[in-house]
């Protein structure tokens, strides 16, 4: 039977399962990704777990998110993360080597192999051929103390590439495309894989581009082959030995189908706040804007920056505008410099910064008040940025320079008319300069044992919670709409990032973005219920949007539908995540009210769950498999792990309702 390179990625690592669409699957991890937004808690789980080896082949620990050194917090946070990499057997890349995706793609990933990251844009390594899925912290500690991914199979959805992008139209243009013809939820439940002749005509890169925003559309992971490019790239990578072939059988199908014509693309942007809001650039070209920022996970090739700086040579950006240029490693920055294409941009007005992520996780570089900002970032959810009412627009890097140079959105097309600026020519240098020096590698097995984890006074334990109850009788804390991202339940930004591994902490900034009372309600009321819409939790893995919720109290969410990610995460901590048998008593639930629930344990089995709210019966269902039904009753999967036979600690009880540890 002739199968698709999913299905060969999958069926390589089966553990348990059957690769039907919508069955649980049990998928071995070859390798971890973890970024310090988020890695900081995963390590304080591996030592919840007592875990004394990573088990994986690889695991690397990237600093990237939290650069800003305000004050003693985030530093302190990357001595422990080093710490924790020294005592568990992990890679360390040091704080300014780069955006994980990034320096991943150049120096680990693997075709072929299966990874598991902390960072919704996990997926971005799809584009070596890999199976990489973005997920909650806890699954990625999991991974790394050597148990397997469960998830449920998702549908492939096969995306023919014919045809080849037209001048000033590139990679990000192909995955605003798809985000145009289906918004943040058309890829919930699917794997997206590409494959057709225009592939020929994409760089591993720019594969990366696209597979990195798949995560946008909602989607479980995007692959691609590992063809003739990959081999190309990973030579150049002087890891020419890594590469094998992965690619589809002749004849091999798929369970939903697409068709793009890249030559028939022109340059598109997601208006705010929303990755879905993709219109044509020319529909909104003439608006003034204040900044223009050029870097980031989801432009983050040589050629992403090579392309503006050929355009902006000789030439100054507008007066008006901020023009920031934010490496995405510090060997795509040392190649720009001996490529002489740093000094252009420099020269142009850019603003060089640190390699990291920076201004796509709200760290610095916060836009003015009421202007529009020109970004090459994967997300632009309200308030992401750090400024309240913000208006970011996601674009390619030849929207951004053109907008940096005119000062309003402009298409680049009109280039060669408006400046005399002809679309540059780009060729991949053959020899490229590799940097491993900011790479630390694991200590020897006994060496590390003898490590101690170096913890700041802004470094906790990670709380226990105690497993659902049988009878539920809590009050209608929050009700919110569709699409309720990640970002509003538990904002990122340099005010509440460095809490990060202060979970009591940290839980003070819970929807203060949506309601600002809701944190003390929360504390005042205990156990409680979140009413949401559709796509609840979209956008980013962090996990503390489920654990800074259940330390408030929360025990379970009623929603239209979740967001993957977010869903598991619940489940992972003790948080029962329901749905609407009918989706009109979304209406009729109102904030306040008082939701009750009889035998709770004895209905979870069943998949429906009957409540009663002032006086009226409402039917609600679940997705939870027996596996997740034992994780609510635990209070979550670090009970589960830890009651297993040799991860057992009688010295640590689960927190009891109203308990702070």
């Known amino acids: 039977m002739a199968r698709n390179v999913t299905q060969k990625l999958i069926d390589a690592h089966l553990v348990s399962g059957e690769m039907r669409a919508g069955e649980e699957i049990a998928i071995a991890v070859d390798q971890t990704l973890t970024q310090d937004a988020t890695g900081t808690m995963v390590m304080l789980e591996l030592e919840a777990m007592d875990l004394d080896r990573a088990k994986t082949d690889v695991s690397v620990q990237y600093v990237d998110h939290n650069l800003l050194q305000t004050d003693s917090r985030n530093p302190d946070d990357h001595l422990f993360l080093r710490s924790a990499c020294r005592r568990f057997g992990l890679w360390y890349s040091k704080a300014g080597n780069g955006i994980s995706h990034a320096v991943h793609m150049q120096r680990f ?36 103390a050597g148990e397997p991914l469960t998830i449920r199979m998702p549908e492939v959805w096969g995306v023919e590439l014919t045809g080849e992008l037209p001048p000033w139209v590139s990679a990000k243009d192909v995955i605003l495309e798809m985000l145009r013809r289906h918004d943040v939820d058309g890829g919930v439940g699917r794997i997206v894989e590409y494959h057709g002749p225009g592939l020929a005509t994409l760089s591993a890169m720019d594969r990366h581009v696209i597979a990195n925003m798949g995560a946008e559309l909602g989607a479980t992971t995007t ?22 072939e992965v690619v589809a059988d002749a004849g091999a199908d798929y369970d939903v189908t697409e068709h793009i014509d890249l030559s028939e693309l022109e340059p598109l942007i997601a208006k705010p706040t929303s990755p879905g809001n993709v219109v044509p650039v020319r529909e909104v070209a003439g608006a003034e804007i204040a900044q223009v920022v050029i870097g980031s996970s989801a432009n983050p090739g040589l050629r992403d ?61 916060a836009p003015a008040t009421d202007t529009i900002s020109l970004r090459t970032f994967p997300r632009n959810f309200p308030g992401r940025s750090g ?53 630390v590698p694991p200590l020897d097995p006994e060496e590390a044992l003898a490590e101690e984890l170096d913890k700041g006074p802004n470094i906790s334990t990670l709380p226990i919670f105690d497993g659902i109850p049988d009878r539920l009788e809590v009050p209608v804390l929050l009700k919110v709409g569709d699409d309720i991202s990640t970002d509003e339940i538990m904002p990122a930004g340099q005010s509440v990032l460095p809490f990060r591994s202060n979970i009591p902490k940290i839980s003070e900034f819970v929807y203060y973005q949506v309601d600002d009372t809701y944190v003390s309600r929360a504390q005042e009321a205990g156990d409680h219920v979140i009413v949401g819409g559709d796509n609840y939790g979209q956008g980013s893995s962090r996990e503390h949007a489920a654990i800074a919720p259940r330390y408030l109290g929360l025990r379970a969410v009623i929603a239209k539908g979740y967001a993957r990610i977010h869903w598991q995460n619940l489940a992972n901590f003790g948080v029962l995540a329901l749905e609407f048998a009918d989706d009109a008593d979304y209406d009729r639930l109102e904030q306040g009210q008082t939701l009750t629930v009889e035998g709770l344990h004895d209905q979870l089995p069943s998949g429906e769950v009957t409540a009663t709210v002032e006086g009226r019966e409402v039917r609600l269902t679940h997705r939870l498999s027996e596996r997740q039904i034992e994780m609510l009753l635990e209070g979550g999967l670090v009970n589960v792990f830890r009651r297993q036979p040799d991860h057992s600690d009688a010295d640590s009880e689960p927190l009891a309702h109203g308990e702070r540890r």
Request: some cysteine; glycine content about 10%; hydrophobic content about 40%.
């Open 109 to 144: 990933g693997t075709p072929g192999a299966t990874m598991l990251g902390s960072d919704s844009h996990t997926p971005a390594a799809g584009s070596l051929g890999m199976l990489a899925i973005g997920v909650g912290g806890l699954e990625v500690a999991m991974a790394i």
């Open 305 to 365: 920056y090579a392309v503006p700086a050929m355009v902006a040579r000789g030439r100054q950006a507008h007066d008006r505008v901020s023009f920031d240029v934010n490496p995405s490693s510090r060997q795509t920055l040392e190649n720009l410099g001996e490529m002489d294409l740093l000094m252009p941009l420099i020269h142009a007005g850019a603003r060089l910064h640190q390699s990291g992520c920076l201004g796509c996780i709200g760290m610095g570089q």
């Open 223 to 244: 692959v691609f082959p590992a063809d003739d490019e990959i081999r190309r790239f990973l030579t150049s990578q002087q890891r020419g030995d890594d590469f094998r």
């Open 387 to 439: 400024t309240a009412e913000d208006q970011v627009y996601l674009c390619s890097p030849e929207t951004a320079v053109a907008s940096a140079l005119t000062g309003e959105i402009t298409d680049p097309r009109d280039l060669p008319e408006r400046l005399g600026i002809e679309y540059p020519t780009y060729a991949e240098p053959e020899d490229l300069s590799i940097n491993t020096d900011m790479l």
